[in-house]
């Protein structure tokens, strides 16, 4: 074996070096992208009192940009490895104000009814907050059943954006009805979690703390 060699084989590997995700990847630029929407929606939604159907379809297409992208940005920061702090942070701010948005402009104009706002509003932020809650105990994923609450939050909202008459009109109330329900039913499923995560989390830290204490003893 050669000098060279030998003095290479003697080196202790290190382990290759885990590129981070820049700031400006496609994945944050479509959550900007959204966050900046959200100006322009209420523009565009508010323009000549919410009474100009062109203008309101004009919204309505801000609007779906905003959801798209919602499901487009977090499946490429998880899929191309584009997780990034501000990515953590931005994401859930620009979902909630999209949403929160259009259910305050929509009760504003009279289109929608205020106790329904403030439904879904408190428990996107109040879940939001328990997510904060339980953090140190670990995460509470995301339910099929979140997914489905989120889909149904946005197709109603988004036609109550829309000048619908006739049988369109009902439809939609029947699919906001709907979002509700969901937006209960998961809410009380969250607080179920996250008490179940606590509980779990506080046992194991006493255990932890017994075990630490037995073992200071048998010293």
Known sequence: MSGASASAAGRPRTAPAVRQAGLWNIANVLTML???LVPAFVLLLIHDGGANP???SFAWAAFAIAMITDVFDGHLARTYNLVTDFGKIADPIADKAIMGAALICLSVLGDLSWWVTGVILFRELG?????????KHGVIPASRGGKIKTLAQG???GMYVLVLTGPLATFRWWVMAVAVVLTVVTGLDYVRQAVVLRRAGLARERAEAAERAERNTAR
Request: charged share 15%.
């Open 127 to 135: 879940i939001t907050l328990m997510r904060f809650w339980v953090i």
């Open 54 to 56: 062109a203008w309101r």
């Open 155 to 157: 197709t109603a909202v």
């Open 34 to 36: 959204r966050l900046l």
